[in-house]
Nanobody, 128 residues
């Protein structure tokens, strides 16, 4: 049974930083891409980052490029998302998940793996 659980969220002021962690079981980071997603109130879930299992290349949503950095440890089956220079629009529930990277017409789309069932997310709130 695949489980990826995110934790480490909290309340932070604009411009602050936060580090999220992800604990995985039942899945190998060597075989599947792993990433982060978020869902803000009243909005659809969106991809934040996705790390390729083949070469470790990491793709980020334009909205977080230069501010967020993803890392992963395939031995420990853990991942992290370092979030710097946080903005109020980063407020959302964050999830780690198996992901896929779609490239079309020069654009990159970060999508959850089709087979993935969402685990527990962690709330990040950025106050203005």
């Amino acid at each position: 049974d695949v489980q990826l659980q995110a934790y480490g969220g909290g309340l932070v002021q604009t411009g602050g930083l936060l580090r999220l962690s992800c604990a995985a079981s039942g899945i190998s980071f060597d075989d599947y891409a792993i990433g982060w997603f978020r869902q803000a109130p009243g909005k659809e879930r969106e991809g934040v980052s996705c790390m390729s299992s083949s070469d470790g290349s990491t793709y980020y949503a334009d909205s977080v490029k230069g501010r967020f950095t993803m890392s992963a440890d395939s031995v420990e089956s853990t991942a992290a998302l370092q979030m710097n220079s946080l903005k109020p629009e980063d407020t959302a529930v964050y999830y780690c998940a198996a992901c896929r990277i779609l490239m079309t017409s020069g654009k990159v789309y970060l999508q959850p793996a089709l087979w993935y069932n969402w685990g527990r997310g962690t709330q990040v709130t950025v106050s203005s």
